[in-house]
């Protein structure tokens, strides 16, 4: 999606500004841009494509400046092409804006832009709207203009504008869109998004909703909607550039699927009292909210839905209370049963995803208590909910969730306990052992990835040429496959399908041919039988089968072409481990493929549109 660079100080405003850009690369971009301030005067660069064709536009030329914007944008209004890249400027060029989100009154305002001031519009973007209002308004206050702009604009929006004729000072604006400010010494930032400014600054401002702030290079001013100075705690960010960088692996993603035991431990040791019991510290819900749900809905997108899929078998499993799955942008449109009983866990990487907070807002005007599972501190879903469960997964860059997965279920587990307990549907030593069982899983997730890995690989190459693949499983497993099989798909583009294995006969069992090949967890103990029946079901139309099962597991070796074993661990846990073989198969599958494994094709890290 697209991104925000702004910078203002001593620096070379250029090299900051690209460097950044390309922290924000793996949010997926089709097109770059670039805008500076020099002698009085805007220069925009942009360029269709990746910012390598940026910097090759650029090449020599003199760019020397302390102060601009760059975008990289990922097309919405108007195809991808360089006329439609960001920034974008007026009439005669001194205002420049970048702007991640939609005006949707764009149309309207682009009208009355025309009628009144005769504007000439270059490109098809609704971003070039918000750059000539502000250059109508502008009479040699950025400021200004820009608030007399955002009194005219409707939607959701990040913008940064920069004038030539009020030099040194960057004017951006928050709504619904992601928006920090970097503090550095004589120099600050501009930025959608963390990553961008890890190499310069660590100090930062979470910009709020129509909230508006003035950079220059020695001071960053945050005002609300009426112009009045706002007072801002400094958020500290306690990720390092490193973590934001490949470290010797050849992708993001392989790197992050390694990430796995320490992201899982991270997140379970935060969360554990020195007596071993779960700590709820920021978490406000009382034992009697937790005791009066009786409803409870999970609600996210993409890989986040599939950890609440494993969410609702646990907690029904657990706590004994009715919970309902549901993919954000479906959620918000069927009207729900949510009233003040009801518990809405979001879960979200970015926590931006746009439908995951639409479907958010949706259930608190429903009165619903918003618990939310989320990875990014301090993101809109994290700030718009009542209670936050974090994931210390660690920046993830890759578009394939990996780490974000695995620690959202460590939280699912944790959640589903802790509510259990409290509800007085499991007893203590049961709470206690399965929390010594959830400690094991980092270790056991290093033990395979040390010892299995290759022969995950072995077996891509292998299969890699395959045009469709099957994800079939039970119960648990069944969450499982829709994971496996989005993460192959995603970035190996062979079109893979999930179904529940008991499915099969309705239907789906027709597309059985020799050779199709099905991959198959059969990991529950309670369910092993009928997995087994599944696997004889396909075997005998010539089904070429991959199984993942549990150590110790032998006669399901005897129906399937090859077998991966993960270590043993209760039913409940299996996903934790099961999902691990199938993140590297697609792996491998893609870069046998010759894939771009960490920004495939059409996809985005954070969806922060509809
Ligand atoms: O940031 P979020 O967790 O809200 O993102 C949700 C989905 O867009 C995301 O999980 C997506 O499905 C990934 N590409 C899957 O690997």
Redesign the pocket.
């Known amino acids: 999606m697209c991104g925000i660079v702004g910078y203002v100080g001593h620096g070379d405003a250029k090299e900051i500004i690209i460097d950044g850009l390309k922290k924000l690369e793996y949010r997926g971009y089709d097109s770059a841009g670039i805008a500076i301030q020099q002698r009085g005067q805007l220069k925009i660069r942009k360029q269709v494509g990746g910012i390598a064709n940026l910097e090759e536009l650029i090449g020599t030329e003199d760019m020397t400046a302390n102060c601009g914007v760059g975008h990289t944008r990922w097309a919405t209004h108007g195809a991808p092409s360089t006329i439609n890249a960001h920034p974008h400027s007026n009439q005669d060029n001194t205002i420049a804006v970048v702007h991640n989100g939609i005006i949707e009154n764009y149309v309207e305002l682009k009208n009355w832009l025309i009628e009144n001031y005769d504007i000439d519009f270059k490109s098809e973007t609704d971003t070039e709207v918000v750059a000539q209002l502000i250059g109508v308004f502008f009479e040699g206050d950025l400021l200004d203009a820009v608030y007399k702009a955002v009194e005219k604009m409707r939607g959701a929006y990040a913008i940064c504008a920069v004038a030539a004729d009020d030099p040194n000072k960057l004017v951006a604006v928050r709504k619904d869109a992601p928006l920090i400010a970097g503090l550095g010494k004589d120099e600050n930032f501009i930025a959608s998004d963390i990553p961008a400014l890890l190499k310069y600054v660590k100090e930062i401002y979470l910009i709020e909703n129509n909230e508006t702030v003035v950079v220059t290079p020695d001071s960053v001013q945050i005002l609300d909607e009426q112009r009045r100075p706002v007072k801002r705690d400094v958020f500290h960010v306690s990720w390092d550039a490193d973590s934001a960088e490949k470290e010797g692996y050849d992708h993001f993603m392989l790197k992050e699927i390694f990430e796995q035991p320490k992201g899982l431990t991270e997140t379970l040791m935060r969360r554990l009292n020195d007596d071993g019991t779960i700590n709820l510290d920021g978490i406000s819900m009382t034992k009697e909210e937790i005791e009066n749900f009786n409803k409870i809905y999970i609600v996210?997108?993409?890989?986040?839905y599939h950890a609440g899929l494993v969410g609702k078998y646990v907690i029904e499993r657990l706590a004994r209370v009715p919970v309902e799955v549901d993919v954000a942008s479906e959620f918000r449109y069927r009207n729900p049963f949510v009233d003040d009983k009801t518990l809405f866990i979001a879960?979200?990487?970015?926590?931006?995803?746009l439908d995951?907070l639409a479907a958010l807002r949706e259930a608190k005007s429903k009165g619903a208590r918003i618990l939310s599972v989320v990875n990014v501190v301090g993101s809109s879903v994290a700030r718009e909910s009542d209670d936050v469960f974090y994931t210390w997964a660690g920046p993830e860059i890759a578009?394939?969730?990996t780490k974000?997965y695995t620690t959202q279920l460590m939280c699912m587990y944790l959640i589903a306990l802790h509510m259990a307990y409290e509800r007085g549907t499991i007893t203590k030593e049961f709470y206690d052992q399965f929390i010594a069982d959830l400690k094991e899983i980092p270790d056991k997730i290093s033990y395979f990835l040390k010892a299995k890995t290759g022969s995950v690989e072995k077996l891509a190459k292998k299969l890699y040429n395959r045009d469709q693949v099957f994800f079939i499983g039970r119960g648990l497993d069944s969450a499982v496959a829709y994971e496996g099989s989005?993460?192959l798909k995603?970035i190996s583009y062979i079109n893979s399908f999930a179904i529940a294995a008991g499915e099969l006969k309705h239907g789906t069992i027709a597309l059985m041919e020799p050779e199709t090949l099905v991959v198959t967890l059969a990991t529950q103990d309670f369910l092993y039988e009928k997995i087994l029946s599944n696997i004889q079901e396909i075997k005998a139309r010539g089904a070429h089968i991959v199984s993942v099962a549990k150590d110790g597991k032998e006669d399901v070796k005897a129906h399937s072409n090859e077998t991966i074993y993960i270590p043993y661990c209760r039913d409940e846990i299996t996903p934790l481990l099961s999902v691990i073989p199938l993140q590297l198969f697609a792996y491998y599958v893609a870069k046998e493929k010759g894939c771009n494994i960490d920004k495939p094709k059409n996809?985005a890290k954070?969806?922060t549109v509809e």
């Open positions: 996210a997108c993409g890989t986040a879960i979200s990487q970015s926590g931006e995803t995951t578009v394939a969730s974000a989005l993460k995603e996809l954070a969806v």
